[in-house]
């Protein structure tokens, strides 16, 4: 298929891509997604009686983070945020020795282990596609080498 393309319609298919990366940077940078998790730690979810840590530094971690089940997440305010939760015990302020809920970002293993299988479905996806080009290749270049013989057989 590729074989069909100028290399005008090549030029321009890169350059069009370039132009959606660059737009799709510029909406990132300019609209942060990330936002919500931050807020999270500092101060409470809108609708919500629970109460946060005044601050943040000083807490101690009972519970390490952990994925929320699907009823918290459905639930719990603090589990919607980010889908993980970890119990906090407040050292200071007016909250000095309450437990308290709240959200976590994603636990790092699990972040590198989605890595990695990304990683590996590239790596398939490439193979895959590298010995698809290959065998094409060998076809097209015996079809080629017949096409040269049948020409030298009829005398042209």
Request: some cysteine.
């Amino acid at each position: 298929m590729i074989e069909f393309c100028t290399k005008k319609r090549m030029i321009a298919a890169i350059v069009f891509l370039i132009g959606i990366s660059v737009i799709v940077l510029v909406i990132e940078n300019r609209f942060p997604i990330g936002n919500e998790f931050k807020n999270s730690l500092t101060r409470p979810h809108e609708n919500s009686s629970e109460v946060e840590c005044e601050d943040v530094h000083e807490i101690e971690v009972l519970a390490e983070c952990r994925m929320c089940s699907s009823f918290e997440q459905k639930t719990m305010s603090y589990c919607k945020v980010t889908g993980y939760v970890e119990q906090v015990k407040c050292l200071s302020g007016a909250n000095k020795g309450k437990e308290i809920s709240r959200s976590c970002p994603q636990i790092a293993w699990v972040e590198e282990r989605h890595f990695w299988i990304f990683e590996g479905c590239s790596l398939l996806v490439g193979f895959a596609s590298y010995g698809i080009v290959f065998v094409r290749q060998r076809r097209l270049d015996r079809l080629l080498v017949e096409k040269v013989n049948r020409q030298i057989a009829a005398g042209v």
